[in-house]
């Protein structure tokens, strides 16, 4: 069956870096886009961006330009998001989903929590 | 502040039908068929209900059901069952800098 299989829990500093990790398995994992949505702790979701496997390209929300990199390992069916500079703000559950030419996702990973703290 | 807007909450007793509004802008929900719904239980991943405004992915009951009329969007639970209570947010395409935006959200509980 399809599933995304998420790295797991992180605790960071404020300015360090984290970086998420997205296992695919059940399809071809370039066939299909991989969006990243975060959710910080008692709050809605919020679109990060998405990679396209195939070729690489990204598409970033803009709060998150500059900030934020998507990579992808098809050797090993594996889409990454970095996030850099990290605030206590950026506290979240990070969730990739498999993405349709539609803009929407599914399935979703299991999620990742970031805990950013001194 | 969510670009689109739902309400923080609805209800139903079980066997009945709620709805459940998505209001945007003629920029996203009014002007794509891009529109999808999601449930999330607590501290579970949010599971895709409803895709491209009206249309469910396999396994999700014909409970569900989405439409669209203008900038707002709407999902209806026919039917209440008590493992419908969950947090519900909507979900669409949108022409600006910020491609796809959620709902804050609407907490569905089964009285």
């Known amino acids: 069956q399809v599933q995304l299989v998420q790295s797991g829990a992180e605790v960071k500093k404020p300015g360090a870096s984290v970086k998420v990790s997205c296992k695919a398995s059940?399809?071809?994992?370039?066939?299909?886009?991989v969006h990243w949505v975060r959710q910080a702790p008692g709050q809605g979701l919020e679109w990060m961006g998405r990679i396209n496997p195939n070729t690489g390209g990204t598409k970033f929300a803009q709060r998150f330009q500059g900030r934020v990199t998507m990579t992808k390992d098809t050797s090993i069916s594996t889409a990454y998001m970095d996030l850099s500079r990290l605030r206590s703000d950026d506290t979240a559950v990070y969730y990739c989903?498999?993405?349709?030419?539609?803009?929407?996702?599914?399935?979703w990973g299991q999620g990742t929590l970031v805990t950013v703290s001194s | 502040q969510s670009a689109l807007t739902q309400p923080p909450s609805a209800s139903g007793s079980p066997g009945q039908s709620v709805t459940i509004s998505c209001t945007g802008t003629s920029s996203d929900v009014g002007g794509y068929k891009y529109v999808s719904w999601y449930q999330q239980h607590p501290g579970k991943a949010p599971k895709l209900m409803i895709y491209?405004?009206?249309e469910r992915p396999s396994g999700v009951p014909d409970r569900f059901s989405g439409s669209k009329s203008a900038n707002t969007a709407s999902l209806t639970v026919s039917g209440l069952q008590a493992e419908d209570e969950a947090d519900y947010y909507c979900s669409s395409y949108a022409d600006s800098n910020n491609p796809v935006v959620f709902g804050g959200g609407t907490k569905l509980t089964v009285l």
């Open positions: 989903a498999r993405g349709f030419s539609s803009w929407y996702g599914d399935p």
């Open positions: 491209e405004v009206s």
């Open positions: 059940g399809y071809t994992f370039t066939d299909y886009f």
